[in-house]
């Protein structure tokens, strides 16, 4: 059974920064691509940035410069590392498994933490 684990959520001022950690089991993690989504209320669901399982990395036009992802296989986590947190950054993110961007979906998800970013 896949599981996908996110922490590191919660409420940051503008400017600030967060990291977001994902614990994969279940799954041969060295092997998926790793990814992940944010939702914001009312917007639909994006994918932030990824990285495959050669380490290549996307970023989204709006978090170049402001996000990076990595992965650590020997601990099978992925990490969002979130700095000059912007209010346009609140929603709730979603890391996955396998991510694909044009249709916004992927093969595995974890269950989603808040991130809020306050003015």
């Known amino acids: 059974q896949v599981q996908l684990v996110e922490s590191g959520g919660g409420l940051v001022q503008a400017g600030g920064s967060l990291r977001l950690s994902c614990a994969a089991s279940?799954?041969?993690?060295?092997?998926?691509?790793m990814g992940w989504f944010r939702q914001a209320p009312g917007k639909e669901r994006e994918l932030v940035a990824a990285?495959?399982?050669?380490?290549?990395?996307y970023y989204a036009d709006s978090v170049k410069g402001r996000f990076t992802i990595s992965r650590d296989n020997a601990k099978n986590t992925v990490y969002l590392e979130m700095n000059s947190l912007k209010p346009e950054d609140t929603a709730v993110y979603y890391c996955?498994?396998?991510?694909?961007?044009?249709?916004?979906?992927?093969?595995?998800w974890g269950q989603g933490t808040q991130v809020t970013v306050s003015s």
């Open positions: 279940g799954l041969t993690f060295s092997g998926y691509g």
């Open positions: 990285i495959s399982s050669g380490g290549i990395t």
């Open positions: 996955a498994a396998e991510p694909r961007r044009r249709s916004a979906s992927a093969t595995y």
